[in-house]
């Protein structure tokens, strides 16, 4: 029989969706003193949230596209997100080969003077010239260039980052729980949920967010039954991960032919991102895989740069994902907006809104969520200003991970330096409670390999909702990039632990 569950409490706020969207906006209303109900389909970060860049960044080449707005706020973010979590937002140096043809050199110049000076930096350094001599990663014809900083981050990372800041100011986070529909009655938003299991159940809110990502459009149009006056452009970006192309810590922007550019990052120690492509896409969102042709195009353009030519085999792995952005534009995917815009509306009363998110990108999922709040502003009385800005994020009261590393080699004098090290940049302060109480590599549990050990598996479980060995090794971590037996391996004890769970008399 079906478990019918209802809970009593009516929410300030629910959220669908488990995106950087749906759990920014989350963890502002927590901050805020709003109850809060988010439920995600999958799991955190599931979606678009993971399959970015991985920048923090201004967009330089938004400025062509006049987004002025967009571009101050993304650029200012930059270093707000660097004081919120310093272990997973890095500063990033770029360099822009030049390529005349492309764009003249005082465009680039005009370009990186505005990208200096539009938004708010103080840590960042600046942009400056460069000239090559034929001995870099880059192929002899190049000879200038231009370098610049943003910054990389860890995408799902920040995703569960905020859903725990939620958490731990009262929000209830439900991943794997499916809003299956929901209606306005009486001035409230009833939600109808179904968890993963088949069980289900229904909350009560006094407003509705929609953070679907790319299938906002399907919640409000089947799952709401309501009409929208804006609606979505869904554009497919993709990216390899090869063997690291070169020696250094720069990444590269590199500029194509369709004016297009294409980064090539270092990633993970050992590899290059290289990415990304933009095609229209009118598939299901959760179905998205690269193409014979993007992977043409991004070989082709990095074998155009590089002197390290590429081929297909050097692709260990690839991955894409599927951008909302608001429908604006009928001209390339690539011109196409990447701001964002919120639809407001209420019942005939003025009461239960709604607020859709189109558009967005993880850098300014912060101001995105204190937008919605404003928005949401007239329904509740006395709601307290954003202060945001000088909160960290759960593990981010910390000034420098590296003195983290020291510090946690100090005192546990076993730990190896690699292990440390991946700890502090993924977890920063919140590393110490995966030490608590062990006094050397066995109390660490169980080594399934490249260094995860079973306590690092039981945090995920216990703090960041993980269940399955693709939660962990590609969503809380990136591990899976490294071995395919550690995949086995995890499997293998999750597996184990679940048996042993079931045999376990029901606790009272
Ligand atoms: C290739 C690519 C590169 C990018 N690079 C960058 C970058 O470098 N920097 C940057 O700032 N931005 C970048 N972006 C943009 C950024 O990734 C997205 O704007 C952002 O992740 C969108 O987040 P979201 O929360 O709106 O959507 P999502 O992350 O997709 O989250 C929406 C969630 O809603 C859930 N959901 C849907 N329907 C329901 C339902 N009925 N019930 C419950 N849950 C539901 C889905 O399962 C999904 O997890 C990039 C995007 C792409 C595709």
């Not at 993970?268 to 290289?274: E, N, P, S």
């Amino acid at each position: 029989m079906e478990n019918q569950a209802h809970i009593s409490e009516i929410y300030d706020l629910a959220v669908i969706g488990g995106g950087i969207n749906g759990t920014g906006i989350a963890a502002e209303a927590t901050s805020r003193g709003l109850s809060t109900y988010l439920c995600e389909r999958d799991d955190l970060a599931n979606h678009t949230s993971s399959a970015s860049s991985k920048l923090i960044h201004g967009g330089l080449r938004y400025l062509e596209h006049g987004e002025w707005r967009l571009v101050r706020e993304a650029l200012s973010e930059r270093e707000t997100l660097m004081r919120k979590a310093p272990h997973l937002v890095r500063s990033q140096r770029f360099i822009l080969p030049h390529r005349p043809h492309l764009r003249s050199a005082w465009l680039i110049r005009l370009g990186l003077f505005l990208y200096d000076h539009l938004g708010k930096r103080q840590r960042l350094a600046p942009s400056s010239h460069l000239r090559f001599d034929g001995q870099g990663p880059l192929q002899a014809d190049i000879t200038q260039g231009f370098e610049y900083s943003d910054c990389t981050v860890d995408d799902s990372r920040l995703v569960i980052l905020n859903a725990m800041a939620a958490r731990e100011q009262g929000a209830h986070i439900h991943p794997r729980t499916h809003c299956l529909s929901a209606h306005r009655s009486r001035g409230l938003w009833h939600l109808h949920l179904e968890r993963t299991d088949g069980s289900r159940y229904s909350v009560r809110a006094s407003a509705l967010v929609n953070a679907a990502g790319p299938w906002a459009m399907e919640v409000i149009t089947d799952r709401l039954g309501q009409d929208s006056r804006h609606s979505l452009r869904l554009v497919q970006g993709s990216h390899l991960i090869v063997p690291r192309l070169h020696e250094g810590q720069q990444a590269y922007i590199l500029q194509h032919e369709d004016r297009r550019i294409v980064f090539a990052i270092p990633y993970q120690g050992d590899f290059t991102l290289i990415g990304t492509t933009d095609r229209d896409y009118r598939q299901d969102p959760a179905d998205v895989h690269i193409s014979d042709d993007e992977i043409d195009y991004l070989l082709g353009i990095s074998n155009s740069y590089f002197k390290r030519q590429l081929q297909r085999e050097d692709i260990l792995h690839s991955f894409s994902g599927v951008r909302p952005l608001l429908a604006d534009d009928q001209g390339p995917a690539a011109n196409v907006t990447r701001d964002y815009h919120l639809q407001l509306d209420t019942d005939a009363q003025g009461h239960a809104p709604l607020l859709s998110v189109f558009g967005g990108k993880l850098t300014t999922y912060r101001m995105l969520a204190i937008n919605t709040l404003e928005s949401l502003r007239p329904w509740y009385t006395g709601l307290p200003e954003s202060d945001s800005a000088s909160t960290p994020l759960p593990g981010g009261d910390l000034s420098d991970p590296r003195a983290l590393v020291e510090e946690m080699l100090d005192r546990y004098a076993w730990l190896p330096r690699c292990l440390a090290t991946r700890w502090a940049w993924s977890y920063g302060s919140r590393a110490w409670r995966l030490l608590e109480g062990s006094h050397d590599l066995a109390g660490l549990g169980e080594h399934l390999g490249n260094g995860l050990y079973t306590r690092e598996v039981e945090y995920l479980i216990e703090q960041e909702w993980a269940m399955t060995a693709e939660d962990i090794l590609w969503r809380r971590s990136k591990l899976g990039l490294h071995s395919p037996a550690l995949q086995a391996n995890l499997h293998g004890y999750l597996r184990q632990r679940m048996d042993h769970r079931q045999l376990m008399p029901a606790s009272k």
